[in-house]
């Protein structure tokens, strides 16, 4: 039987979760396609739509059923041919509400039966996020999938679902990036403020240049040399420039969350040190205790070792590829994990 793979992305160009799937995005892997949830042929609805779902409306919204939607959802142009097996894997980022569609997903197991495996891949923490956009009715959908997978180990244990790691393309460097920072963060405040501040005043100190934008940033930190307040979130690709112009990364999980952000991933990819108050670091596949250094404060940062300009080799060879992806799914599927 052939495997066919299909990933309904956020429908977000801007997405970071569709760096992930990059290599199918651009027709790179065979037997893949990533199709945006909803395929509107009028430019009038789908402007209707973005607006309805646009954040700062939703309140205003409520009132109106999912459903009105279902019949522009790509599902419906979805079938599998004669002894093929279609892997449906939905990326829904945080968005429950809006990209769960229970009637539609019950409807496409009744037709198509074994032939259809529906995937629901987590990005998040359950508990950590459970408070953003109905995500803590996350857990009340998993009965709709056949698989349910997360990046996240402690939930992979906790609720019985499959665990994976992120799928990581690694992308070409078309200019040639000096480095003009020692260490980098990028991401939301999510009581990390303080623990970055702290940082930037003992960097500023030892003479270490920091890149530290946070969306979300205290005013009050915002004197502070390397603190950088975040308007607006940027597109990856700017984001990746940045990671190629510094040393070293740093890596906060918010409280709660147990596995790696995209700041590890960037790390080994692309050769860069790596702080991180992860614990379970050690457990990752590629660590390096030479070029990563778990900390619980800022006191247990070598600044030296930030200093030091030896080269930084992981001899990454696409353990974090999307095929490797598809591979854990057909096994899991199978029974093999």
Known sequence: MKNRFIIIGPGERNNILNHSF?????????????????NFKSKFIEKIYNYVYRLSNRRFFKWIPNSIWNHFSVLNQISPE????????????????????????????????????????LFDSIDVTKDVKGWGKIKDTFTLFDIVATFDKKDACTYNLMHFYDPYPKMQMTDTLEIDEDMFFIG??????EMLKQIAVRANFAGIRCDFEIFGLNPEYESIPGLVRLEKFLEYSETLKKVARCKCLVELLA??????????????VYNKKLITNNK??????IYDPKYMKYIESVDDIDW?????????????????????????????????I
């Open 255 to 268: 409280e709660g969350q147990t596995s790696c952000s995209y700041r590890y991933y960037e790390a080994v």
């Open 82 to 121: 004669p002894n093929e097996k279609i892997y449906l894997i939905f990326v829904i980022g945080r968005d429950v509400d809006r990209l769960i569609v229970p009637s539609l997903l019950r409807g496409m197991k009744k037709k198509f039966g074994h032939s259809i495996c529906t995937a629901l891949l």
């Open 22 to 38: 990059v290599e199918v995005i651009q027709g790179e892997i065979e037997n893949a396609s990533f199709l945006n949830p909803y």
């Open 304 to 336: 030296e070792w930030i200093k030091d300009e030896s080269a930084v080799e992981y001899n990454y060879d696409n353990e974090f590829s999307i095929s490797e992806l598809f591979k854990k799914l057909l096994d899991y599927n199978q029974g093999g």
């Open 188 to 193: 939301v405040d999510k009581g990390r403020c």
């Open 280 to 285: 379970y670091i050690t457990e990752m596949p």
